[in-house]
């Protein structure tokens, strides 16, 4: 049973040092350079009085006015503001210049003051956490456990330290030493592969830290193409997870298996198996069996949710793929889909950096690109927000010509463009973009390299 210490535990003062905040503040009063020092620790919510987050804005707004920031100037500019009386007043700036006799150990004081402002946010996480449990008002417990995972994620990453900022010479040795592997590994392929040999020639593979974005009209092969590039991606030992939002892990595996084991979709739906389709069957799944491959097939995906779950499995496993299908079954925050979107492409890349993965997001085109004629896509057929087309590092688009095949359609043009698929490599932030052939393989539901049709 909990002691009374254990019970009266939210009861207690939050973590926080006023001998380290004062010492900070003393600092940028004494030496400018000590403004320039804490800003590129601290913010001002991370003080605890409210006094000495008042007088940390004033120091910072002075410095950016190129005004000094002493004792006359700080108080004038209390008094401007009427914050004087809550800053402390007047005998409380002589009170900062006497406890703080030289700004020689401001960095260290200043990560003392972010080291418990953390510690603060840890604590009001939990107790949000706390009082979700005690008033659940119908919620699952599966949600309450997300968003208590997400408030502890935010804590985390919100690390702090340091202004962003890196020696050029620093960073330039990092560099030449993967060029110097890249080198001597003569590898064409530098990132994880697709399987698609046009495609992973022109951009060496997909690269950690970069969002490609796939689009496609319905029924196009997104989905297929996609789970193919996964595949790949984790036979060659790159562990990847597949978000699927629009299908059953159950129905990803009956692909998967039919594109694999290349057997009729249909056929292993409809129980009409021959010996020598088990045989391929099994020879598929013995084979897909080896690859480190999660899947998740929840169908009301959030940003947040995804990121927790990325996190949790980067921890055992350096994710190195990550597949989003599709981008606008997500659902995000804003007052109307274009915003909403937008949130989630920038999250998504957003996400890439933070775990350094590569994150391939599947997404819808617009009605637009059936106007016109060839009906190839353009980015401004991205559905829902241009943020797509911004976000992404690369921009893949997928069409199949026979989609469009009616009536009218020559005989010729029937025979020269069935079961072809055109990737567009639309954009390539660091290469060239361009257009390739596939085969596409309608029983199942698979795509395979060709040489370019004729004409």
Known sequence: MSGPDELSAFDRQPPFSPEAEVSVLGAMLIEPDAISESRTILKDSDFYREAH???FRVFCALQDRGDVADVVTVLETLKDTGELEAAGGAPYLAE?????????????HAKIVR????LRALLEASSKTIRDIYDLNGRPAAEVMTAAEGRIL????????GDGLLPIKEALWGTFEEIERDQAAKKEVIGFPTGFKDLDRMTRGLHRGDLSVLAARPSHGKSAWAWEAAVETALSGVPTAIFSLEMTNAQLIRRGLASEGRVCLQTIGAGGLKSEDYQRLAAAAGHLNTAPLWLDDRPRGTLADIRAKVRRLDAKEDVGLV????????????ENRTQQVGAISRGLKQMAREFDV??????QLSRAVESRNPPRPRLSDLRDSGAIEQDADNVFFLWRPEMYFDDKTKEE????YENLGELVVAKQRNGPVGRMWLYFHKEYTRFDDITKPGG
């Open 323 to 334: 597949v989003v299908d599709y981008l606008q079954l997500m659902e995000s925050e804003g």
């Open 154 to 161: 935010d804590v985390l990453r919100d690390d702090g330290g």
């Open 358 to 363: 590569h994150i391939l997001a599947l997404s």
């Open 96 to 108: 900062l210049l006497d406890a703080v006799p030289t700004a020689s150990n401001v960095e260290y």
């Open 53 to 55: 987050r008042r007088l």
């Open 413 to 416: 043009e029937r025979s020269k």
């Open 115 to 118: 080291d418990k402002s953390r």
